[in-house]
């Protein structure tokens, strides 16, 4: 280890913060520079750089879980290529999604980064890039998203970690062996491109403060913040209830059988560590949602770092207290050739993490987030241009209510951070979808002493012919709640909506053509505490807002209206409406 005593603090932060900007401003290439609205709109991306001992220390992330999968990821594809055949100017392409840490269309390009060399050899080797983002097309059975495949191989094309650049140049095989496996080459040889753009702009950053600050005072700085990371994670943990708690929830289906899949995670915090194990598991399923151990690891490291130092830059100290348990063969540890593509488990069992943890510290951890993303696309043939077309979009949840507030909503889930939704207006224009109605549900959170954030109502009408893809996971069992908080109803996803091919379904491809209709009802969050202790004047604005009708503001919370209340426009409160209350449905889980 270099000797920290050399670098004083200003540096220190100097070095830090020029390595966080670096992330940040790669981020900005790729974003600039994409071809698919996935990555450009929605973020569905990760980006990180490692010093030349593989440690993470600096990172800009799209999807939070994307940065565990990038540490693991680049790990495995460093011991396949081999360090000694790695050499300036060298981009490595990895989607084998035992070692990537996810499916096949999440491309993981990864560049070691080497000083200058006068003499015209390979100089030192001072760090590794890593950008990870989504391609629309690999050469899958299926244009779009892999709903019900049953082994790794109907997934799309595999590269376990194959040179794309070879000493700066372009590897002409590979690419065009890539464009012609793709029914969509433009976007995917376009968002390959970009990935690259924001590997060399990483690479100059890198570079420049290496040889501005040299190479030993960077190095100190990472140890530096390495450390400090993990001192302050100790203090966290130590400062948390010890002890374990266990939580159960259940998958909808594995694409090929109704069949609910069972979820287990037992979370341990003691003797300085916290261990997340999911023995208890179903073992592997035959359908695409069982998950790589790499993106296990990193659904528990959202969890973990949200829990001990959500405000911190992100550096390899931070999980060095974190241990990740499960079973090869199981849920959660896909081996070879299990189907890994649909992963949605990860999103779920995030939100078991948190449940097994609010038994232990209801005071820290707020309720159920709508319990998963509600995903969806359209693939089809463009009018215009004639061209095939695979578009997707994550639709907003109501996040749980806390001890000391309500959810909001609707937002994206927590386990997206800074994603976003693709827009209406690019959905329109680059699909055959046509958007009649998007509103806020009411009634649709969880009741409370604190409110679960509302979910969302969206109308789809379909102008061109296609396949609609619904994927969401929990459509059969309600989010839960906390301290007697109302627990809302699941996500539901209708199609055909009002026909007589009406009909509800969770993961599904789904023929459609002009005039047909889909209704997404995405879910609020878990209410907290007792609704009868709610503030009346928080109710009274939920009401004025549309977040809770007359009649279950009445029923539920206890609500009545003075006879002079008015609401926010002047007019007189209505008499309840004669209708169903909402109320606290009951647990759905499968026995």
């Keep these: ?137 690999l050469g899958a059975k299926d244009p779009g998203y892999v709903l019900d495949s049953t082994d790794m191989h109907q997934e799309g094309v595999i590269f376990p970690g194959t040179k794309v650049f070879r000493r700066g140049e372009p590897v002409p095989e590979i690419i065009e062996l890539i464009r012609f496996n793709s029914r969509m080459p433009e976007l995917v040889i376009g968002d390959l491109h970009a990935q690259v753009a924001a590997l060399r702009t990483g690479e100059r950053r890198l570079i420049e403060l290496v040889e501005r600050f040299g190479p030993a005072t960077v190095a100190t700085v990472v140890d530096t913040a390495i450390a400090a990371a993990e001192a302050s994670t100790a203090d966290a943990l130590a400062a948390l209830p010890q002890g374990s708690w266990t939580a159960v929830d259940w998958l909808d289906d594995d694409g090929i059988t109704d069949d609910p899949i069972r979820m287990q995670v037992t979370v341990t915090i003691a003797d300085g560590t916290c261990t997340v194990d999911f023995t208890g ?32 830059q992100t550096n390899a100290g931070h999980f060095t207290a974190l241990r990740v348990v499960a079973e090869p063969g199981s849920l959660f540890h896909a081996v070879y050739p299990a189907a890994t593509f649909t992963q949605w488990t990860g999103t779920v069992a995030m939100e078991l993490i948190y449940r097994a943890l609010a038994q232990g510290m209801p005071d820290r951890l707020a309720a159920s987030s709508g319990g998963d993303v509600p995903g969806f696309m359209m693939v089809g043939t463009h009018p215009d241009t004639g061209q095939l077309y695979a578009v997707s979009n994550n639709d907003p949840v109501g996040w749980g209510a806390s001890p000391d507030h309500d959810g909001i909503g609707p937002a994206n889930h927590l386990c997206q951070t800074q994603a976003r939704n693709t827009p209406v207006e690019v959905l329109e224009a680059r699909t055959g979808m046509f958007f009649e109605r998007l509103e806020i549900r009411t009634d649709s959170g969880g009741a409370g002493r604190h409110r679960g954030g509302p979910g969302l109502r969206r109308d789809i009408r379909f102008a061109t012919a296609g396949e609609f893809l619904s994927v969401v996971k929990k459509t059969r069992s309600a989010p839960w709640a906390l301290d007697g908080g109302g627990r809302p109803d699941p996500i539901q996803v209708i199609v055909h909506p009002g026909t007589d091919r009406e009909r509800r379904v969770s993961t599904r491809r789904t023929p459609v053509a002009p005039g047909d209709r889909v209704t997404l009802l995405t879910a609020g969050g878990g209410g907290h505490g007792d609704p009868r202790r709610r503030d009346p004047e928080a109710v009274r604005a939920d009401v004025a807002e549309g977040y809770v009708s007359p009649a279950a503001a009445r029923d539920v919370y206890g609500y009545v209206p003075p006879a002079a209340a008015r609401d926010v426009d002047g007019v007189p409160v209505p008499a309840p409406a004669e209708r169903p209350a909402m109320t606290t449905p009951d647990d759905r889980t499968p026995a």
């Design 281 to 312: 598991s179903s073992p592997a399923v035959a359908g695409p949602v069982n998950l790589p151990y790499g993106s296990t690891i990193a659904t528990a490291r959202v969890a973990f770092k949200a829990l001990t130092t959500p405000t911190e």
């Design 1 to 137: 280890m270099t000797d920290t005593s050399r670098v004083d603090g200003a540096a220190t932060e100097v070095v830090r913060s020029y390595l966080v900007a670096a992330a940040e401003e790669m981020r900005s290439a790729l974003v600039r520079t994409a071809f698919n609205p996935v990555i450009y709109e929605v973020y569905d991306f990760g980006i990180s750089i490692y010093d030349a001992r593989l440690r993470l220390v600096a990172e800009s992330t799209g999807l939070s879980r994307f940065l565990g999968a990038n540490d693991y990821s680049i790990r495995k594809g460093v011991e396949y290529v081999g360090r000694e055949n790695l050499h300036p100017g060298d981009i490595v392409l990895l989607n084998y999604p035992y070692w990537n840490a996810a499916h096949a269309y999440d491309a993981t390009l990864f560049a070691p980064v080497f000083l200058p060399d006068s003499s015209g050899g390979d100089g030192p080797l001072i760090g590794f890039l890593c950008v990870r983002a989504h391609w629309m097309d």
